[in-house]
């Protein structure tokens, strides 16, 4: 490991942000959690209605081909207090932490669908590659996603669909459950000393959500960021990273090995 490497900062929700400082800890790197996103349960009533029904109709015939679970937080949000999946649906996982939290929960490994190991990106597309042959016409598959709290979205959202047309043109059924709520985070006092030194210190700021960029913006108004150094598990968190005015982006895929490799490979 390269003796100059950066600290990091990890900007994902408080629960995944405290692993992944454990795991770069443990790596010898210099990590700091500053979650960008706070997380919770949802409470708008006819997402919870729809959610209780994709629920009971795991237990129902014809069930579900596969569940489809954007993050990890999905995962948590959906199967706590739901029945076991049946033993002919499938999870997919559009990468690494996502196919973990299902593990961790009781899901088969071999009942997980992910992208390739050397997949590009870890996302929909990716993930559609893998599970395509899967569908026939009718088959039905159940999407588990999260909202943002306080703000009016369609029932699918934006991210998921293009895998959702791609399952209907397919001749799948596609439902949405909206498991959980994202807001924007309440920074201490120390936190947002954090994230003030973190803007101009040679920090590296760990992006994995374009929604976080946003609420790190609006938590720090009027702030340049045009010396922060930040790195990118997606092309379009880089995008937003740069429109933001993050004076220098690199891209790395999600996966542990390649986030610590371009840690200590930033000049």
Do not use: K
């Not at 559009?94 to 961790?104: E, I, S, V």
């Amino acid at each position: 490991m390269a003796a100059t490497a950066p600290r990091v900062i990890v900007t994902r929700p408080e629960r995944e942000a405290a692993q992944w400082v454990e795991q770069l800890t443990a790596l010898g790197l210099a990590a700091t959690a500053l979650p960008l996103i706070a997380i919770g349960p949802c409470t708008d009533p006819q997402a919870v209605q729809a959610l209780a029904e994709a629920r009971a109709r795991l237990a129902q015939a014809p069930g579900y081909r596969a569940l489809m679970f954007v993050s990890s937080n999905a995962v948590l949000h959906f199967l706590h207090g739901a029945p076991p999946l049946p033993s002919d649906t499938r999870a997919w996982a559009p990468g690494p932490g996502t196919a973990r939290a299902l593990t961790q929960l009781g899901v088969a490994p071999a009942a997980i669908d992910g992208p390739a190991a050397d997949a590009a990106q870890f996302d929909s597309e990716s993930l559609w590659q893998q599970v395509a042959p899967q569908i026939r016409a009718g088959d039905r598959v159940l999407i588990v996603r999260g909202r943002s709290a306080g703000v009016h979205e369609s029932a699918e959202g934006s991210g998921r669909d293009w895998l959702a047309r791609h399952v209907q043109a397919a001749g799948g059924q596609v439902d949405w459950a909206v498991a959980y709520e994202r807001g924007a985070p309440r920074f201490t006092p120390e936190q947002t000393a954090l994230a003030e030194v973190a803007a101009h210190d040679g920090s590296l700021w760990l992006l994995s959500s374009s929604e976080a960029v946003a609420n790190l913006a609006d938590a720090l108004p009027g702030r340049s960021w045009t010396a922060a150094r930040a790195l990118a598990t997606h092309p379009r968190i880089a995008q937003t990273a740069h429109a933001m005015g993050f004076g220098h982006v690199r891209e790395c895929r999600p996966a542990l090995e390649d986030v610590v490799a371009s840690i200590e490979s930033a000049p």
